[in-house]
């Protein structure tokens, strides 16, 4: 695992079972929560693509999700214990 999918995993985790969305993702990455300045379309697209990823190296997949989870036009969540995907 990379450090930035690492990254992103914690960052989902720490949230957990709340929504990040793809620019507070991005944020987290480059400055901390919130962090500042503008996330471009190839902001957006690096984090898919690196949640892509994490989810091949995890065993993951986007149809059925047992770890990450996308909401689709909203961004990600980590599934956790007791809480489920939704449908």
């Not at 379309?41 to 770890?67: C, F, Q, W, Y």
């Not at 689709?72 to 007791?82: D, I």
């Amino acid at each position: 695992m990379t450090r930035t999918e690492f990254e992103l995993l914690a960052t989902l985790l720490e949230a957990a079972p709340e929504v990040r969305s793809k620019a507070d993702l991005v944020g987290a990455l480059r400055d901390g929560p919130g962090g500042p300045g503008r996330v471009s379309d190839a902001d957006e697209r690096a984090i898919e693509t690196h949640m892509t990823n994490l989810r091949r190296k995890l065993g993951d997949s986007a149809v059925e999700p047992r770890h990450i989870e996308t909401l689709r036009a909203v961004g990600y969540r980590a599934l956790v214990p007791g809480t489920t995907a939704a449908r």
